[in-house]
């Protein structure tokens, strides 16, 4: 159990990204709760799955009374390079006083840690709500706010593109097809030849942020 860094890579990334035969069937709450203690994490024994689509994240209940949120990323889906790439934009986004909630730095210095397989970032519990956009009284400026938000990602994502994060569009992800139905499907960039994507423009950068449904 240890935390990662840039130059630490798990053994999913050396097949090309593929993964190995670690999957989310092994990862249970003995497994979370014990990867969390390893790094210092001190957990109550509360454990409550959460929506996501395709990584498995968890509310966390810890010793002190309060709560955090811990991220799994699933085996192989991106390289570790990668990862470590969109927490650090999401730091760089508060610095800018955005509101986004952005990964912990752990004890080893990384945002990203690793047990028995499985990479893994901590959160910390944050509150919110759906906003009322057709609120006759309040829609308005809710709408506002928010666009100036957005205005304001798209500006810090302006700065650089990503480094390691290929770029999502349908020209790149959307144009493969099924060998059996012939119906074009998303194909996953560590699926073809890494070095055949382009990177992430700054555009690509920012909209990482609002992709959040896959948390």
């Known amino acids: 159990m240890n935390c990662l860094d840039n130059d630490i890579e798990e053994a999913a ?5 593929r993964g190995g035969p670690q999957s989310f069937a092994s990862l249970g709450p003995d497994e979370v709760l014990t990867a969390l203690e390893a790094i210092g ?12 689509f395709e990584n498995r994240v968890y509310l966390v209940g810890l010793e002190d009374g309060g709560s955090c949120v811990a991220k ?12 470590l790439e969109e927490h650090r934009f999401a730091h760089e986004l508060t610095q800018a006083e955005i509101p986004v909630v952005a990964p912990d730095v752990l004890a080893g210095g990384s945002t990203l840690a690793e047990g028995d397989g499985f990479r893994f970032a901590v959160y910390p519990r944050q509150g919110g709500r759906t906003p009322e956009l057709d609120n006759t009284f309040h829609g308005p400026a809710m709408r506002d706010r928010i666009g100036q938000f957005i205005g304001r990602i798209h500006n810090v994502g302006a700065r650089a593109p990503f480094e390691d994060r290929p770029a999502i569009d349908p020209g790149h992800t959307g144009t493969s097809r099924s060998p059996s139905s012939g119906r074009a499907v998303c194909c996953h960039p560590t699926w073809r030849s890494r070095g055949s ?11 990482s942020v609002f992709m959040k449904r896959r948390v």
């Open 72 to 83: 799994f990323y699933r085996p192989g889906r991106w390289l570790t390079t990668q990862i």
């Open 13 to 17: 990334d050396s097949s090309g990204g």
């Open 41 to 52: 994490i001190r957990c109550d024994g509360r454990l409550q799955a959460l929506n996501s």
């Open 197 to 207: 994507l382009p990177r992430a423009s700054a555009s690509n950068r920012s909209s």
